[in-house]
């Protein structure tokens, strides 16, 4: 197969051959997650509640005040020490139920569950469970799941088949209770060593490495978390909004259809939640994003609002739109692209790159395709380095270059042209 057929085969499920004048908005939450192991780094849910409770307040005004959107997602350590320390039960301005009733916040259910007594993170609870701990809380059905393990190879108990969750699950710690959810997020694998990184809105066929990324109408919907975007305590907020910046650039340098649908996730953990300067640092994130929403080129949605947005003009299930992360920005950051013999800087870049070699071409030949796959620059019989290239009529967007020696392509490249 040519490079171009598979140009065009790479491309097609996500781009149309005809590139929209319109914004590609990028659907964006802000997500965190509280852990069982959270008592590891300091954070105790029955010592520290109050005080972690006045943090997730704060962050919450910053949320509002920003006009961003944010899905927290909680285990069970958390919920119980609501509702012993807010009497959640009885109090209608418990932490959980306040911040679900707030316009900017979502509640989610957040499980790892783990059976074993004598284990540190001992959590006898499942995503039904949860469930019934959060309508405690005073808390309405929920309907995301927030994070699971997709492969079953991984899974190591009956409830953690996800594929099943369509028909109910049952309470593990609560056996009568019975839960349905309606969006899947977050899957991954055994301690992150291998996550996939989608975006997009989906029903995943299986649990398998190929199955997962698939399309199957019978399964659950799924949105897909892009890029690992995490604010840590020792995040450099710049880089980060750097990433970020590049990721909206590509995403609005390519072509789109009806079905285009971007959707990417930033996360923190409340595990840092008690540094002194962690909600400045999720603050940050959230100012330097402004721009951003004020263009129309974020959209801040969360969980249930991307799915009711999908869902108000995909009433199909057979449509679905799923890009990996790597896809979008491979090749395409600030600093340039690194390989073992090759250099290309900048990139992006508006009138001219450089493409720097180990060592000198010998009557090398260039080769630029755009996303459809088809020649749009061509250059023969190349010698030394560094070799110069210019945009001259290429408009804005992304293409792909290839450069071939001794009837050998020794470099196969995404760049990015942008004013």
Known sequence: MNLRKRLIMSFMAVFSLNVNAQTNILHLNLCSHNEMSDIGYGVNYNTNYSVIKGKALEIADSVNANSAKWNMQVESNFIRACLQFDNAANNSNDLMQWMDNLPHVEVDPHNHLDTIVTNSGYNPYNYADLNHLLDSCGLTTRTNIGGFIYKAQDWSNWDQDWTLWKNGLHGRTFPWVTWTPQVLWGGGTFNHFNDPHPSGIWHPSGPTTTNYLLNNPAQLLSIGNSCPW???????????????????????????????????????????????????????????LKAHVTSGKIVWQTLTEKREDWL??????????????????????????????????????????????????????????????????????????????????????????????????????KLLITD
Not at 337 to 351: G, V
């Open 230 to 288: 995490l604010i840590k305590d020792t995040t450099d907020i710049a880089s980060l909004l750097n990433e970020i910046n590049n990721y909206i650039t590509v995403i609005n340098s390519t072509s789109s259809n009806s079905n285009t649908f971007y959707t990417a996730t930033i996360m923190f953990d409340f595990r840092h939640i008690l540094d002194p300067n962690y909600v400045s640092k999720i603050s940050e994130v959230l100012r330097g």
């Open 312 to 413: 108000s003009s995909h009433n199909n299930s057979t449509d679905y739109f799923l890009i990996d992360c790597n896809d979008l920005v491979a090749g395409v950051e600030n600093l340039g692209i690194e390989k073992k013999d090759f250099f290309i800087s900048p990139n992006p870049f508006s009138n001219q790159t450089n493409i720097f070699t180990k060592e000198n071409l010998i009557n090398a030949d260039i080769k630029i395709y755009n996303s459809c796959g088809q020649i749009v620059k061509e250059i023969k019989n190349i010698s030394g380095q560094p070799i110069a290239l210019y945009r001259e009529n290429m408009t804005n967007g992304l293409y792909f270059i290839q450069l071939a020696q001794d009837n050998t392509i020794i470099l196969n490249e």
